[in-house]
């Protein structure tokens, strides 16, 4: 009876200094859960968002190469046409869609991820000169065809000497050059916008992955059970716009681009 008394003794003891500890300890792993899994949605949504600002830009850009594509062939009538006869204004709007670096913070923060943001900035900087060479090429190309029209009120005909002089070696050059830039843009730039996509898409499932939650439903299912998060995904869905279902380059600026190495 004595020794029944010490066990309950001691077990009332023991509740007493382990149940407050495993209180609070509960108490800790529960606000430790909810807290992962707040930072868990908020990367989720950093991610998409991240993910989605690339991919509206990758779209405006393939809209742009059809465009240019379609244009410049247009206006390769006889194939005898100068380079800054190719161009023609274009009223492409594009969007205010700028990528937010702090966003992707975390991601930068780790080892193995340094070069994500030199492939992220060239397809920022890509976009910016992209936007910028179209803005010259509308500006310009607007004052020519104010030319052209006047050269042809007196020249039913176009000769492209005169009608050249007649425009300025100024304005002929300048939207040669503009032909030629645009041309390389639009026939090498895709990789640019698609490497940026796919390696960030790759460092945010990595890091998503790593949450403990999936973690350990891995090990549990032996790999069968997949993280239930959803990612933003790309690619071209329609034939019409993939690059080899474009029109040819027009001769003259194909030479010309071809002379700039990769």
Request: aromatic fraction near 12%.
């Amino acid at each position: 009876m004595a020794d029944q008394q010490t066990l309950q003794q001691s077990t009332n003891w023991l509740a007493l200094i382990v149940g407050p500890f495993l209180g609070v300890f509960g108490a800790f792993t529960l606000a430790r859960i909810v807290e992962a899994s707040k930072n868990f949605r908020a990367k989720l949504v950093a991610a998409n968002l991240s993910l989605l600002t690339l991919k509206n830009q990758t779209n405006e850009f393939i809209l742009f190469r059809k465009a240019f594509f379609e244009d410049v062939s247009r206006n390769c009538y006889t194939g005898n046409e100068p380079l800054w006869a190719l161009i023609r204004p274009a009223f492409i709007v594009f969007g205010e869609h700028k990528f937010d670096f702090k966003a992707i913070g975390f991601l930068l923060e780790k080892s193995g991820n340094g070069a994500l943001l030199d492939v992220i900035e060239l397809a920022q900087m890509s976009h910016r000169d992209l936007m910028a060479i179209n803005n010259l090429r509308t500006e310009s190309a607007e004052t020519v065809q104010e030319k052209i029209v006047e050269y042809q009120r007196s020249n039913q005909v176009i000769n492209w000497i005169d009608a050249g002089q007649y425009v300025g070696g100024n304005l002929t050059a300048l939207l040669s050059m503009v032909a030629v830039g645009m041309g390389l843009r639009a026939d090498r730039n895709e990789k640019i916008y698609f490497d940026a996509f796919n390696e960030l898409r790759e460092a945010f499932v990595k890091d998503l992955d790593s949450y403990y939650l999936y973690r350990l439903l891995k090990v549990i299912s032996f790999g069968q059970i997949k993280p239930g998060y959803q990612l933003v995904s790309m690619d071209i869905n329609k034939p019409e716009f993939e690059r080899k279902s474009l029109p040819a380059m027009p001769k003259v600026l194909a030479l010309e681009v071809a002379k700039i190495p990769f």
